[in-house]
């Protein structure tokens, strides 16, 4: 079992940029395959980007390719999103997750984190 924290959230202008992080607790982060998620207001929970075991893979949703890089430290049990170039529609609660298979389905991660907020001002 792992426990997640994100943290990182706030409110920033168009075009600026934030870094959330997601600390995770146990020794057993190497084996969680970790993505990030967003829901914003009114809508449903969707997948943003996902980062493999050793971090030599990575994979992103079309709305933020080229814009959020997500890595991770297995040293410090922490997974990073990046976020530059940020819009007003990126304005969301942000969720970090754990998964011990490689997938990019909101349904096959096992384990959450709270969120933290992000809101983009124009």
């Known amino acids: 079992q792992v426990q997640l924290v994100e943290s990182g959230g706030g409110l920033v202008q168009a075009g600026g940029s934030l870094r959330l992080s997601c600390a995770a607790s146990?020794?057993?982060?190497?084996?969680?395959?970790m993505g990030w998620f967003r829901q914003a207001p009114g809508k449903e929970r969707e997948f943003v980007a996902a980062v493999s075991w050793s971090g030599g893979s990575t994979y992103y949703s079309d709305s933020v390719k080229g814009r959020f890089i997500i890595s991770r430290d297995n040293a410090k049990n922490t997974v990073y999103l990046q976020m530059n170039s940020l819009k007003p529609e990126d304005t969301a609660a942000y969720y970090c997750a754990a998964t011990g298979i490689a997938t990019l389905r909101e349904a096959e991660y096992n384990y959450w984190g709270q969120g933290t907020r992000v809101t983009i001002s124009s």
């Open positions: 146990g020794r057993t982060f190497i084996r969680y395959f």
